[in-house]
């Protein structure tokens, strides 16, 4: 019960599990005892947006950037950016994955939500440099995804299959691939 980083792996895990009401819970709990917490701030920030209480988000997000210790939450920026791309507000995931990208150049995960902002607004070459950048630093089945993702929304089919081919297969009817480089996962879709 005294362990700040049990408390928010857990709110995590509850957020990830879709228990976004016990996840918020977890995170408030934790906030009362440390403020200063970026983890928690950034699950806060994201579960108040999944449970569709918008303006608390905004409020909360928008303190957050405000303080000067908290603007630097790169977990806060990314995971509130993918949650405004995913929600149609490519602007606002465009300006959050942009801040991020600019505070972690190398941090993939904002690399990836800066390229699908830059899809969302139309601007696919920019998001092609983004993820060839961060393919400099790092290697998972997600960025291939998002980068076969790109190719085939500019009608580059081939090059997305070629993409795809390097992390993915398809075996006895499903899609297979590894995660964290040893953990098999595989499912219908």
Same mark, same amino acid.
């Given at each position: 019960?005294?362990?700040?980083?049990?408390?928010?792996?857990?709110?995590?895990?509850?957020?990830?599990?879709?228990?976004?009401?016990?996840?918020?819970? *977890?995170?408030?709990?934790?906030?009362?005892?440390?403020?200063? /917490?970026?983890s928690a701030r950034a699950g806060l920030v994201v579960s108040l947006l999944e449970l569709g209480k918008k303006d608390?988000?905004?409020?909360?997000?928008? +303190?957050?950037?405000?303080?000067?210790?908290?603007? =630097? /939450?790169?977990?806060?920026?990314?995971?509130?950016?993918?949650?405004?791309?995913?929600? /149609?507000?490519?602007?606002?995931?465009?300006?959050?994955?942009?801040?991020?990208?600019? *505070?972690?150049?190398?941090?993939?995960?904002?690399?990836? $939500?800066?390229?699908?902002? =830059?899809?969302?607004?139309?601007?696919?070459?920019?998001?092609?440099?983004?993820?060839?950048?961060?393919?400099?630093? @790092?290697?998972?089945?997600?960025?291939?995804?998002? =980068? +076969?993702? *790109? =190719? +085939?929304?500019?009608?580059?089919?081939?090059?997305?299959?070629?993409? *795809?081919?390097?992390?993915? @297969?398809?075996?006895?009817?499903?899609?297979?691939?590894?995660? $964290?480089?040893? /953990?098999?996962?595989?499912?219908? @879709?």
């Amino acid at each position: 019960p005294k362990s700040a980083s049990a408390r928010v792996a857990l709110a995590d895990l509850k957020r990830a599990a879709g228990k976004f009401d016990e996840a918020l819970a *977890l995170y408030r709990e934790q906030l009362q005892a440390d403020p200063k /917490n970026n983890s928690a701030r950034a699950g806060l920030v994201v579960s108040l947006l999944e449970l569709g209480k918008k303006d608390d988000a905004d409020q909360e997000l928008n +303190a957050a950037l405000q303080d000067k210790d908290q603007a =630097l /939450n790169l977990p806060l920026l990314v995971g509130a950016a993918y949650w405004f791309l995913a929600h /149609n507000d490519p602007a606002r995931g465009f300006d959050l994955a942009d801040k991020a990208v600019t *505070l972690a150049p190398r941090y993939s995960w904002a690399q990836i $939500a800066l390229a699908r902002a =830059l899809i969302a607004n139309k601007r696919p070459q920019e998001a092609e440099r983004s993820l060839r950048f961060v393919r400099q630093y @790092s290697r998972f089945p997600t960025l291939d995804y998002e =980068l +076969a993702n *790109l =190719l +085939a929304a500019i009608g580059l089919y081939d090059e997305a299959a070629a993409q *795809l081919a390097q992390s993915f @297969s398809i075996k006895g009817g499903q899609i297979e691939t590894m995660l $964290a480089g040893r /953990n098999a996962a595989h499912a219908i @879709s």
